[in-house]
């Protein structure tokens, strides 16, 4: 299978900067799409940042938020700036992966999240 793994989460104070990982291993052949979503306490998981060919930003984080991808080391970013009280959430990584024993099909794979905390 594959193993999506994130870091970069923290406490940050209002109006800094986190830059979020995740990294992808196993027997991939392709990362076909990368995303980065969050949930808080009575919230519905909710999409961030989503990176194809193209990128694709929520509204409540556009102009403050990046999604970028490095594929030699199949890795996915979320530059986070400007940060906010309401960006206070954790941050899960997503991605369709095809891998070297099935490269026919691609299949879905989630990371174990990592917190972001946003506070003064």
């Known amino acids: 299978q594959v193993q999506l793994v994130e870091s970069g989460g923290g406490l940050v104070q209002p109006g800094e900067s986190l830059r979020l990982s995740c990294a992808a291993s196993?027997?991939?052949?392709?990362?076909?799409?990368m995303g980065w979503y969050r949930q808080t306490p009575g919230k519905q998981r909710e999409l961030v940042a989503l990176?194809?060919?193209?990128?694709t930003y929520a509204d409540s984080v556009k102009g403050r938020f990046t999604i970028s991808r490095d594929n030699a080391k199949n890795t996915v970013y979320l530059q986070m700036n400007s940060l906010k009280p309401e960006d206070t959430a954790d941050y899960y990584c997503?991605?369709?992966?095809?891998?070297?024993?099935?490269?026919?099909?691609?299949?879905?794979?989630w990371g174990q999240g990592t917190q972001v905390t946003v506070s003064s």
């Open positions: 997503n991605a369709r992966v095809r891998t070297t024993s099935s490269r026919l099909t691609s299949r879905e794979y």
């Open positions: 196993g027997r991939i052949f392709s990362l076909d799409a």
């Open positions: 990176i194809t060919s193209g990128t």
